[in-house]
């Protein structure tokens, strides 16, 4: 079955440093997630994407994080400026909407951590 | 505001001890209803996704029910692998998002 990949799968950096996670969705999906889940709690959603634009974003996606597909593979999410805060699992996921269903497929998640 | 609530938090079974596990849901119009697994530093794998209430499905040794207000995920006769965090979301009508519950975390033990 394909799967969405996800790299790097530990990320170490220091407060105020900018970090960029790098997701490669399924190839044949067009909508790209990004939620991230801090340790003992629950998956949160931050920012959808198609047709190359944000969809929806929440609360939590404020100016220190852009999402870009720079090419016909990979979807990046960038923190400008990171928090002890941002550390988390950080997951992409992508989905292809037919009248079947949308199933969201998650990748194996990037772990930051920000010292 | 849309909310998803699982319970219990933690469940320990007995090889073979079948049991079910309780997502509730209040939102404002439900697209769909999906259970995921995760394990430990993984992510969720998507297991089933419910639209409508009456409906059922199965895999294995879980089934997955669905009424207006909860789903049910049934564990029949587990074994030490279904040992995991099974977690439930919801997406509703007008959004891309899963809301997700904080999961119900099963050990089976031999």
Redesign the interface.
Known sequence: EPE?TQTPSHQVTQMGQEVILRCVPISNHL?F?W?RQILG?????LV?F?NNEI??K?EIFDDQFSVERPDGSNFTLKIRSTKLEDSA?Y?CASSVRTSG?????????T?LTVT | EDQVTQSPEALRLQEGESSSLNCSYTVSGL??L?W?RQDP??????LF?LYSAGEEKEKERLKATLTKKESFLHITAPKPEDSATY?C?V?VFN?????????TRLQVFP
Do not use: W
């Open positions: 969405v909508y997630y939620y709690q629950k998956v949160e959603f959808s198609y969809s929806e929440s699992m997951f269903g949308d199933r969201q497929y998650f990748g194996p998640g772990r | 697209r769909g999906f995921y530093g993984k992510g969720p794998e998507f996704t977690l979301a997406r959004t891309d998002k899963l809301i997700f519950g904080t999961g």
